[in-house]
Structure formats: structure tokens, C-alpha cells
């Protein structure tokens, strides 16, 4: 079965930093593209970043290039989110999700977990 | 940047079928994705690669693509299906979901 928990939400100050952190179980993580999906309050679903199954290749929404950095870890199947310079409209909850081998859908999610960017 | 239009919402009498449509240029050449999110929860995929479902999503749900509109199709809707309904686009190098649609069972 697969399963995919974030952790590393919470509450934090405006210009301050936070990393979140996605441990999959029940596939082969290393062979599958992850992402980043964020949903503010209320609101509905926001793209933020990609990265390959090797790693070595990442992606990321205008709205957090430069701030955000997406990495994996294949032999501690934990997929990260380093986020910088957290703004006001950063608060939202995340999601890691697994893309589908062969094309950009996401076939499985996380519970999500909230950040909150306030002081 | 690409966009994909929602409308905000759709209602649909129990048992009878609800049309969602997501606009966008030329969607028709892409494949495009359908999540149904309910309260509280993480979305989940309902169809994929325009057409197909899922293992596990019942038959009720169907899906088209052609020209600048896709539709999500639920067929002989029921209370469970009530939820928020996102399309979504994608590239190597980017993803794009729609606006989103609340689907209202009475």
C-alpha cells in the first residue's frame, strides 16, 4: 500500500525558514518523479515544485523560485521542501504527491501539512 | 502562463449527472487530470490521461477532452460524490490545475 507522510508544519515568523519533510512507503520511490502541491485557505490547489527520481533535476512555481528548495533522499525515502524567506501568502497546506510513471498526474497524496507564515 | 477555467459550481440532483468543464487553448492536445477533494482531506485522482480511472473509482466517472474543453462526467450522482473537482495539466517543467468546481448534490 502506498503511503505518503509529511511532517515539519507549523507556525513561523514572517522572513523565517521551515522544511518540510514526505516519507513514502509501498514503492519504488527512487524510480518516481515527486512534487509539491500547496492549498492557502479556502482556496484551491497551487503547484509548487518537481523533482526527478534521480534528483537530479528540479522544478519550481514562479511564486517560490529562489526561496524554495526541493531535494530527496532515495535511501531514507524522504522526499524535502527547505523553505526560505517565508512570506504571509506562503500559509497553506502541503502536499507531496507522487507522480504517475508516464505522464504529470499525481496518483497519490499526503494528509498535507499545515504552515503557517505569521507573526 | 497556461490557465485552466472552472466553473465555481455545479449542481446536480441525486441521481442524475453532472457535467464539469475546464477550459483552456487547445486543451485538447494535452492530457488532462480530474482530483476530487472533499473537507479536510488531500485530493484524490479520479481520472487520468483524460479518460481513464483509476483502480478503485467507480464507473460513474467518466471523462472527455477535445478542442479547448475538457468535461468530468458523473454519472447517476450520489451524496458522496459532493466535493470540489480540479482539472490539471502538466510538462516536465510545470503543472497547472484548474480553478476548481464545488459540486453540489441536492
Known amino acids: 500500500e502506498v503511503q505518503l507522510l509529511e511532517s515539519g508544519g507549523g507556525l513561523v515568523q514572517p522572513g523565517g525558514s521551515l522544511r518540510l519533510s514526505c516519507v513514502a512507503s509501498g514503492f519504488m520511490f527512487s524510480s518516481y518523479a515527486m512534487n509539491w502541491v500547496r492549498q492557502a485557505p479556502g482556496k484551491g490547489l497551487e503547484w509548487v515544485s518537481g523533482?526527478?527520481?534521480?534528483?537530479?533535476?528540479?522544478y519550481y512555481a514562479d511564486s517560490v523560485q529562489g526561496r524554495f528548495t526541493t531535494s530527496r533522499d532515495n535511501s531514507k525515502n524522504t522526499l524535502y521542501l527547505q523553505m526560505d524567506s517565508l512570506r504571509a501568502e506562503d500559509t497553506a497546506v502541503y502536499y507531496c504527491a507522487k507522480r504517475l510513471m508516464d505522464d504529470y498526474g499525481f496518483d497519490y497524496w499526503g494528509q498535507g501539512t499545515l504552515v503557517t507564515v505569521s507573526s | 502562463s497556461y490557465e485552466l477555467t472552472q466553473p465555481l459550481s455545479v449542481s446536480v440532483a441525486l441521481g442524475q449527472t453532472a457535467r464539469i468543464t475546464c477550459g483552456g487553448n487547445?486543451?485538447?492536445?494535452?492530457?488532462v487530470h480530474w482530483y476530487q477533494q472533499k473537507p479536510g482531506q488531500a485530493p484524490v485522482l479520479v481520472i487520468y490521461r483524460d479518460s481513464n480511472r483509476p483502480s478503485g473509482i467507480p464507473e460513474r466517472f467518466s471523462a472527455s477532452n477535445s478542442g479547448n474543453t475538457a468535461t468530468l462526467t458523473i454519472s447517476r450522482a450520489q451524496a458522496a460524490d459532493e466535493a470540489d473537482y480540479y482539472c490539471?495539466?502538466?510538462?516536465?517543467?510545470?503543472?497547472?490545475f484548474g480553478t476548481g468546481t464545488k459540486v453540489t448534490v441536492l
Open positions: 523533482i526527478s527520481g534521480s534528483g537530479g533535476r528540479t
Open positions: 487547445n486543451i485538447g492536445s494535452k492530457n
Open positions: 490539471q495539466v502538466g510538462d516536465i517543467s510545470t503543472v497547472v
